[in-house]
């Protein structure tokens, strides 16, 4: 059996600390904690559950923090979590099973990631992150912001899930402290990867500048440095970017563009076939929503938005199908959507239609 050190970074999350630290305590054989400047009761929490609390002085980099706390680490296997992360009973049974039983010459595990969920707590957002990494590699984090584990060698995809809570917390982050930090770096002209342009980008559009997200997306796209699926995102971004310029012509060049770059994914499918709906298109949108439902049990590589692959595409249709006077295809398409969100507006006023 192996055994395991947890380290985490923390800052002021007393509101779910206890609750991360009680899902793994009986699953890890060490617990590191370093603190990046709380000053709830973030530490007497975590004091609660190891010794091994530490304090960081916060420099503005996540990978530096992350790394001090894996460099506490004194077991074969580091495990990583942030606060509002936890293991559910049935992910803890998983979780000692492969402890119990993983090969030695596995270099790291990946695991699951779910951090939104629908109405009956199904996970409807969720991708993979490589969870536990062997010591001895010395696998380091890179990145200011939106940090990465770079990792190589042997790494087995486990089916263990990790679960966010952050819809627990009451007092989250400046929604601001990302974007801060990226315009920092580009103020003392530190060299920015180009994960660190396309996050930048992200920030900058979540914050409604628009026109400068898109130069950045597409200083990202243009340095064909990154990876491949977000590439695909970033041209649904710069989509979004134009839709909220009102520049749809724009938009819909933006979303053919990610085929460039692999198949259509099913949002990127769903975001062509919302175009035609618009021009009252049918036909071709309901091609456009037909192959987005034809990823309905498929794990994709990168983020899976399940909405995109099942009940959306599928209530789309719906409305094709019954524009176009073609009943029974409605009728089967509403049963669809019924089946993945039974309870969605839509779906309930479309039932009584659907009856007889």
């Known amino acids: 059996m192996i055994e395991i050190s947890l380290c985490m970074i923390v800052k002021n999350e007393e509101e779910v600390l206890a609750d991360c630290l009680k899902s793994v305590e009986n699953v890890v054989d060490e617990i590191i904690v370093m603190d990046t400047g709380s000053t709830d009761q973030t530490k007497e929490i975590a004091s ?64 699951h990631y779910h951090t939104a969920f629908d109405d009956s707590g199904k996970p409807s957002f969720t991708y993979r992150r490589n969870r536990l990494i062997k010591r001895e590699r010395g696998f380091q984090w890179i990145g200011a ?52 342009v396309y996050y930048f980008a992200n920030e900058l559009r979540e914050h409604g500048q628009h026109r400068r997200s898109i130069q950045y997306y597409e200083q990202f796209l243009t340095s064909k440095a990154g990876w491949v699926e977000d590439n695909i995102a970033a041209c649904l971004s710069i989509s979004d970017n134009y839709n909220a310029l009102d520049e749809k012509d724009n938009a819909q060049r933006a979303i053919v563009r990610s085929f460039l770059y692999d198949m259509p994914r099913p949002q990127h499918s769903c975001r062509m076939g919302d175009f035609f709906f618009e021009k009252e298109q049918y036909k071709a949108a309901i091609f456009w929503f037909s192959h987005a439902l034809s990823f309905e049990e498929v794990e994709l590589p990168g983020f899976n938005l399940k909405a995109f692959s099942t009940w959306y595409p599928a209530l789309q249709l719906v ?10 295809e409605a009728r089967r398409y509403h049963e669809i959507t019924k089946k993945h969100h039974p309870t969605h507006p839509s779906v309930l006023y479309n039932e009584p239609y659907f009856l007889t």
């Open 48 to 111: 609660k559950f190891t010794q091994h609390v530490y304090e960081f002085d916060w420099v503005e980099h996540f990978a530096k923090a992350r790394n001090a706390a894996f460099a506490k680490a004194t077991k074969p296997y580091i495990l990583w979590l942030d606060a509002d992360d936890v293991l559910t009973t049935e992910d803890q049974e998983k979780f000692l099973r492969l402890k119990a039983s993983l090969d030695p010459s596995v270099d790291a595990v990946s695991m």
């Open 145 to 196: 912001v939106h940090e990465y584990l770079a990792v190589g060698g042997n790494i087995f995809a486990s089916d263990i899930a990790v679960t966010h809570q952050k819809s627990k917390k009451t007092t989250v982050p400046s929604s601001d402290r990302n974007l801060k930090i990226y315009e920092s770096m580009l103020e003392r002209k530190e060299e920015m990867t180009a994960r660190d």
């Open 319 to 328: 409305v094709c199908h019954w524009r176009l006077n073609q009943m029974e």
